[in-house]
């Protein structure tokens, strides 16, 4: 079993920004692919960015030059850097990392951009 715990969202202004983490814990040792996954209301859950175990990122298109994902595989977390954000951002961000056996969700954190 992998836990996953997400923190960093809360309430921004149009065009600021926010950085989410998301530290891993439990059986760790076989954490391949990391990624944050969002939730609009009244949406459907999609990818945002993926990072793999040797660091190769891929973007959904509404982030590319906005978001950046990275890891630290020393300290078993993900982040996203959340930049220009805008009001579609808005949504339930969740971290979701595999391992050779499983896929595993965290529990999500409210990201609200608003003026």
């Known amino acids: 079993q992998v836990q996953l715990v997400e923190s960093g969202g809360g309430l921004v202004q149009p065009g600021g920004s926010l950085g989410l983490s998301c530290v891993a814990s439990?059986?760790?040792?076989?954490?391949?692919?990391m990624a944050w996954y969002r939730q609009a209301p009244g949406k459907q859950r999609e990818l945002v960015a993926l990072?793999?175990?040797?660091?190769?990122?891929s973007y959904a298109d509404s982030g590319k030059g906005r978001f950046t994902i990275s890891r630290d595989n020393a300290k078993n977390t993900v982040y996203l850097q959340l930049n220009i954000l805008k009001p579609e951002d808005t949504a339930v961000y969740y971290c979701?990392?595999?391992?050779?056996?499983?896929?595993?969700w965290g529990q999500g954190t409210q990201v609200t951009v608003s003026s």
């Open positions: 439990g059986n760790i040792f076989s954490i391949n692919t």
């Open positions: 990072i793999t175990r040797g660091g190769s990122t």
């Open positions: 979701w990392v595999t391992t050779s056996a499983n896929a595993y």
